[in-house]
């Protein structure tokens, strides 16, 4: 069992930055698939972005292409978002999971593991 720990959310205004943080307290991320999911209220959860446990790329959604970047620090056994120029729109509650040897996915259905979320607002 792979217990997932966020950190890193709030509230910043529109244009800013916020990096979340995605870690495993007692396990090792370096062999799993890591991927952020986020969900707005009344929206269906939505895969943001994902690095492979495999090979070591990354993927993102159309909707965040260009502005978020994700990457692990394997000595901190963390993995990372970085989110800049946010918009009102990446308002939601966001999520860590991870999946033992996956590839990549944005699909929920294939992640194991799931963080408790950290809410993400962004408002003037």
């Known amino acids: 069992q792979v217990q997932l720990v966020e950190s890193g959310g709030g509230l910043v205004q529109p244009g800013g930055s916020l990096r979340l943080s995605c870690t495993a307290p007692?396990?090792?991320?370096?062999?799993?698939?890591v991927a952020w999911f986020r969900q707005a209220p009344g929206k269906e959860r939505e895969g943001v972005s994902c690095?492979?446990?495999?090979?070591?790329?990354?993927v993102y959604s159309d909707s965040v292409k260009g502005r978020f970047s994700i990457y692990r620090d394997t000595a901190k056994n963390t993995v990372y978002l970085q989110m800049n120029a946010l918009k009102p729109e990446d308002t939601a509650v966001y999520y860590c999971a991870a999946a033992l040897g996956l590839n990549w996915s944005l699909e929920h259905q294939a992640y194991d593991y799931w963080g408790q979320g950290t809410q993400v607002t962004v408002s003037s």
């Open positions: 007692g396990s090792s991320l370096n062999d799993h698939a």
């Open positions: 690095c492979s446990s495999v090979d070591g790329s990354t």
